[in-house]
């Protein structure tokens, strides 16, 4: 027995870290807001291959699991990567999509894609299983949303599409994984809020102290603080019982989702009351992650339809 | 990264389910109605079950054998601890000397403290309870006022303690004395260990929120405690630094006192109530987000299992998880009594059981305190 992520899926994922911070900071997020996301940070992740971390050595990846990749994802999410991260490296790649910039929605519900207007491919469902349409094969009409960043549309198929696979199973395992990634950068999004708002509670005066001084603002972070301690080995695990194909990998997904998706709602919650005002502006940085968190904590099922998923197979 | 149990761990488990269900069997039928270890004749029962434990080396798995441990890790312990509470066995009466003094005793303790105490603790031989609290220091434990004075031979105290869980039932007390009568808040204190039929000692028990008598006041009039008391040393660590010795107590009592297997026995107890009687949409999804409560306590122990094997530090990660298990066994049985509808009324382990759960925020530092905690020093925000 021992649960931790040991050293070299620490060192992957501080590699992405580090090069997430460089390239993308929030000013790169604020910019993706009106724009097509630079691509850099996107690049310099798939020079570092974390884009194949899932795909065999024999075809150029890592050859590794989802332990690795999980980080990585996580990362992602602390940085509020535009790109479509979790789609392409954790969905896509295992069914032998590599090698471009794939978006999905396998969620449970209709389709709002996000990436939708720069994604060189698509994975959708189909009556038979996953088809993969290129961009000129798919009717786009973009949609407003509340987080720009995500570049989100409507997507219809036009074309036929290349069939990737009419295996149920396989289906529902790529979703499982979306829940998984979308899990672990909703876990991510809830520590960079933390750190911004811990950050912002020693330096903000007021009464003659640091606000992070009074006690409602300390309980307040404590208690998100909490939320992300019990979430994110949910998240861990989650990603161990997916590659390790345990009997209990699908009801681990649903809790994990159903945990970081909680965490980021305490947290988010927490972090706009403690910056006051400022975080109450898009001029702030806050803004960028908190409505990442609400996008995300509803896509690849909400907190109820996971909670039902859990329920069911506690035999409730 | 391995999730699995080793075959080692595996055995020891059968072994322990199976040695527990026949032995439960056996208990059961040798004291008739199985009674509150809270009560004085329910406390009698348990400290029968106590002995068959450590009679077959369970009482305490991870201590050395010489201590009467089986030489366990704290894996071993978490299995332990699953297997045990899965079981339906009696709350530990044992639990303040095994799980708060034992600790402190093998981090402070000298050798023949060790030696002398350890042994009878696991046996229940000696039943400790914990002398912290005062009338006027409840969460502002550094301001407790019994007083130690030094003299030939030994130590005089005077004061009182209360809230002493089980004081009532038990043998000794250890608890934080001032003994630098010139000494202000954490400086001053000594950690002493009190056979509780000293002269001058008297203990009264009184009644929890439950009715039952689990709470003592103990009052010390010009006690002489004798330097041999309880061995070669009465002191544990050193005289005037006992702060520091409760404060790795404190550490331990937050973060291993109440283990995953508990939370994880009580919501398998909640799924029972659901297959027998049912409940609507709500309740049901509300079930199923405390499992996944319990669920995510149990992973996070495996990472803090983890950690402490590879020589991290506890120190103050332990108040996380302290108002995790506190605020979800209260969780936990709002469910029960939910499910339970107008018989949750009844007397019976469900009602008890939540009103203990109730005292969950308040015992071993409230959870506003922890909060506290958890904000400056895991946090580091401002004092
Ligand atoms: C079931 C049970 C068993 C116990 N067993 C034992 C035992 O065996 N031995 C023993 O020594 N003690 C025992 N205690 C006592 C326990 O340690 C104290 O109750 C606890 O330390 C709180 O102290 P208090 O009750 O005096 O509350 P107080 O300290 O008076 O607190 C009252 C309220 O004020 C809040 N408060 C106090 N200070 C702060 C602060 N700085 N910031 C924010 N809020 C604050 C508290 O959180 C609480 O909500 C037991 C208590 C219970 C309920």
């Keep these: 027995m021992r649960f931790s992520l040991d050293d070299d899926r620490e060192a992957l994922r501080a590699t992405a870290r580090d090069l997430l911070a460089e390239l993308c900071p929030p000013a790169a997020v604020r910019a993706a807001w009106t724009q097509e996301p630079d691509p850099s940070a996107w690049h310099a992740l798939a020079d570092a291959g974390a884009l194949a971390v899932l795909v065999p050595e024999s075809e150029g990846g890592l050859g590794l699991d989802e332990t690795y990749l999980v980080g990585v994802v996580e990362e992602a999410g602390r940085a509020a990567l535009p790109h479509p991260l979790t789609a392409t490296a954790l969905v896509a790649a295992p069914l032998g999509v590599a090698g471009t910039t794939v978006t999905t929605d396998l969620g449970a519900s209709s389709a709002i894609v996000p990436a939708a207007t720069y994604a060189e491919a698509f994975l959708l469902r189909s009556d038979d299983g996953l088809r993969l349409y290129g961009a000129d094969e798919v009717e786009i009409e973009p949609v407003e949303t509340v987080d720009s960043s995500r570049h989100c549309a409507r997507v219809h198929p036009r074309g036929a599409g290349e ?12 979703f499982e994984r979306g829940v998984l990634g979308t899990a672990a950068e909703l876990l991510g999004l809830s520590h960079r809020m933390l750190e911004l708002t811990v950050g912002y509670a020693a330096q903000r005066h007021q009464f003659g102290k640091p606000i992070g001084s009074f006690q409602a603002v300390k309980h307040h972070l404590a208690n ?37 998706g909680n965490t980021a709602s305490v947290m988010g919650r927490a972090a706009l009351q403690c910056h006051g005002a400022i975080g109450y502006t898009t001029e702030h940085d806050l803004h960028l992650y908190l409505k990442r968190s609400w996008a995300l904590a509803r896509s690849w099922g909400g907190a109820g339809f996971h909670a039902d998923r859990v ?6 | 990264m391995d999730l699995n149990w080793s075959e080692t761990q595996a055995a020891m488990r059968r072994d322990l389910r199976g040695w527990l269900e026949r032995n439960l069997a056996e208990w059961r039928a040798e004291i008739g109605v199985e009674l509150s270890g809270d009560t004085r004749e329910g406390f009698a029962q348990q400290l029968r079950w106590e002995r068959r434990l450590y009679e077959a080396g369970w009482s305490a798995v991870a201590w050395p054998e010489a201590y009467g441990g089986r030489e ?13 509470w899965r079981s339906g066995a009696p709350q530990r009466v044992t639990q303040n000397g095994i799980q708060i003094l034992a600790p402190s005793l093998f981090e402070h303790g000298t050798q023949d403290q060790k030696d002398l105490l350890l042994p009878r603790i696991a046996a229940a031989e000696d039943l400790w309870c914990q002398g912290w609290s005062e009338p006027n220091a409840g969460s502002d434990l550094a301001g407790v006022s019994s007083r130690a004075r030094r003299v030939s031979g030994g130590w005089v105290l005077d004061g009182q303690k209360t809230w002493t869980t ?24 000594t950690y002493l260990l009190v056979p509780l039929d000293l002269d001058g000692v008297v203990v009264r028990g009184f009644s ?10 103990v009052f010390f009039t010009e006690a002489f405690l004798p330097d041999d008391a309880v061995g070669t040393s009465v002191v544990l660590g050193d005289v005037d630094r006992g702060w520091s010795v409760a404060v790795s107590a404190a550490s331990t009592e937050r973060g291993l006192l109440r283990s995953p297997g508990r939370y994880q026995a009580t919501v398998a107890g909640l799924l029972d109530l659901w ?20 669920d995510a306590y149990r992973l996070q122990t495996l990472q803090t299992i983890t950690a402490l094997l590879d020589g991290v530090d506890l120190g103050s990660e332990a108040s996380l998880a302290k108002v995790w298990w506190s605020e979800l066994d209260i969780e936990l049985h709002e469910i029960a009594l939910e499910l339970l509808g107008t018989d949750a009324e009844l007397e019976g382990p469900w009602s008890k059981g939540h009103q203990f759960a109730l005292a969950g925020p308040i015992y071993a530092g409230t959870n506003e305190v922890q909060r506290n905690i958890v904000a400056e020093r895991v946090l580091g925000l401002p004092r």
């Design chain 1, 163 to 174: 069939l990737v696979t009419g295996d149920a199973a396989a289906t529902e395992a790529a």
């Design chain 1, 224 to 260: 998100a603080r909490i939320q992300i301690e019990f979430a994110a080995p949910a998240v861990l695990y989650a990603a161990y019982a997916v590659a390790h194909g345990r009997g209990d990998a699908s009801r681990a997904v649903s809790q994990a989702k159903w945990l970081a």
């Design chain 1, 311 to 316: 329920a069911a197979s506690i035999g409730l």
């Design chain 2, 72 to 84: 366990g890790t704290l894996w071993d312990w978490l299995v332990f601890e699953e297997e045990y």
């Design chain 2, 166 to 189: 089980r004081g009532a039932f038990c043998t000794h007390l250890f608890g934080l004395f001032r003994s630098d009568p010139d000494s202000e808040r954490h400086r001053g204190l």
């Design chain 2, 208 to 217: 929890r929120l439950d009715g039952d008598e689990g709470f003592a006041e």
């Design chain 2, 275 to 294: 297959a027998e009687r049912g409940g609507d949409a709500a309740t049901r999804r509300r079930l199923a987000a405390a499992w996944m409560l319990v």
